[in-house]
């Protein structure tokens, strides 16, 4: 299957937007980019092409490819056939005869698939006849056949073999009229590309929104004109009832015309449609309606993901109720009146001309993902912390599941990580908030007992520096008073040396021991002089170790203050 829903890494910010609406529960895969950043990815094989996530996220990281250049660069060498869906008249209200102009301008054929929607409604009023009480689920929607076929092939039994109207429409041009040129739909649908893939009768699908973009990248303008009416020259018949086929409930309303009586249940968009089809699965059949007519889009093509329209839902059912009267106008019975008791003129032709087994189709059941045991999921479970039923079903949808249980079996089958459980997660933060308390707390203890010795450390440099200044004071009068001792002491000597009197041993005795004194007083001077200099490297080493204190107590207190804010918290 080719990817049609794509992913832009740089902008998914991983918000699970597209989980909780996508309808299929294996399309999307979260995975962790490089520096741990999760994003969620498409599976092409089993994604149905909905577009309702291209639709729903907020950061444009979702896009969907059609054929828009291929059918270009076909029209530029071929003729190519284009089938024009009812809904560009409600998404281009005075624009889309200036489009299909533009087309035929090209060398194209243009084809209404209104009319292929009044063969499909022919078609399956003949195969309801012919099979009574048969329940049938309708399939113009690409994505809901999509659905049936991956995850409920069992309803593949109640889903209508009758081809969609586009196909209907491809029938009739190729086997009753004989062309072979290729093929394009101007269509509002991201899914018919698979559906033309699977049926091979289309060649292009050209969503409405691709198409301008086109446009506008080729500078192309299309003229705008004042809708006047909803008729136009096809190339072949403009089709009648069938052109409200792309409202809620236009298959019910076209089969109503022919039997009012007709049992008919409608149902559409994504957050009801799909819910609403397991469950038609699950009750028995006689209590299913003779049709159960299903959209995936709620207000119908008219405002699908492939339209790009800035028309609002009462825009168009405005522009789908005008069309209605328009097409009410063109239908013709054997009565001569819309409602008479007369036959209806086309479905005369259709009986006569068409063959109903030409417009039969077949389906391709998807291989289903087995659903895991109870005893699978509980490993799973234990490993988010969900130990109890009531944990179990928790329910809080953040991860985009409906329920824990199917995050679980996400997880189970690798399309999802239990870091992605919001309680899973916040049990882990607050495990982690639990020891961070305890360790906030221990370090609360060290703080207060390192403040503590660094008060009575400060206390003990300020008793140092003191007794320092002390010593200072000493030694500096000491060697004061050693200098003027010292010269004293010289002088003595050199009196003593100068008298001849005195007797020479006894001088020289005395000379001596005033030499020694003199000598021990230098030493002291020198003593002095190096206990000075030690005592300025002291005062320098205290003040350094003082200001590294002040450090430590401006640090320690600024914990100690954020420990207060964070147990505030």
Known sequence: MNELIIVKPEKCVGCHACIRTCPAPEANRAIVLDGDRTIVTVDPQRCIACGVCVKTCQHSARDYI????????????????IMVDPAIKTVFPTRWKGILDWFRGQGCLI?????????????????????????????????????????????????SRIHSPVCCNAIYVKQYLRRTEKIAMLSPCVAKKLEFEETGLLDFNVTFRKLMEYFDKNDIRIPVSPVENYEYKFDDEQGQFGSVYSRPGGLRDNLWLHNPE???????????????????????????PEVFDVLSCEFGCNVGPGTGSEQTMFDAMNTMRDVEREAKNRRKTTGGMFRGAGEDKLFKRFDEELNLADFIRTYKPGKQSPLPTDAELDPIFAQLGKHTE????????????????????????????PENCIVHAKSVLLERHSKLSEQHDRLAEITAECLSLS????????????????????????????????????????????RSTMDTDSVQQLVGILETTIDAFGVLDDNVTATNESSGMIHASIAEITGLVDAINETLQTSSENQKEYEAV
């Open 262 to 288: 007709m049992s008919i249940f409608t149902s559409e968009g994504v957050h009801k449609v799909y819910s609403e089809l397991e469950m038609y699965a699950k009750i028995p059949e006689n209590k299913h």
């Open 66 to 81: 059609d054929d828009t250049e291929e059918a270009m660069a076909a029209i530029s060498r071929e003729k190519v056939i």
């Open 111 to 159: 084809y209404d698939v209104a009319f292929g929607a009044d063969i499909c409604t022919w078609a399956h009023l003949r195969a309801l006849e012919q099979n009574p009480g048969n329940h049938l689920i309708t399939q113009p929607c690409s994505a809901i056949v999509n659905y049936i076929e991956m995850y409920q092939p069992k309803l593949l039994t109640n889903l």
């Open 455 to 498: 008060d009575r450390l400060k206390h003990d440099i300020d008793e140092i520096t003191e007794n320092m200044s002390t010593i200072g004071d000493s030694t500096n009068a000491t060697k004061e008073r050693a200098e003027v001792v010292s010269d004293l002491l010289r002088n003595v000597v050199a009196f003593c040396s100068s």
């Open 390 to 417: 009531a944990d179990r079903s928790y329910d809080c949808h953040a991860c985009g599941y409906q329920s824990c249980r199917e995050m679980a079996t996400a997880i189970f089958r690798g399309l999802n990580r």
